[in-house]
């Protein structure tokens, strides 16, 4: 994870949980690339009930840099 992850990200949302943002990295919902070449990837742990978490990634796809309640995906058209 980067420094600004681990120092302000866990920090501002204290309800996320690491083994989450796992769990989306090897199996997102959807995935996709950012033109700064980050990932986003989305998923939904059970304990947000039934809402979405978006999870940012560095380009390796592997190193959490972000990650956020997605209000707004549920609504996307994928």
Known sequence: MTEYF???VLRKRPYL???W???IIA???YKEAQ???RIRLWGYPPEL???ALRV???SDGITLHNAF???GFARRNL
């Open 27 to 29: 199996s997102p919902v």
């Open 69 to 71: 309640a997605d209000r």
């Open 21 to 23: 943002c796992l769990a």
């Open 35 to 37: 033109a700064d070449g």
């Open 17 to 19: 949980r690491i083994e």
């Open 56 to 58: 940012v990634t560095l």
């Open 49 to 51: 009930l039934g809402k």
């Open 6 to 8: 681990r120092e302000q």
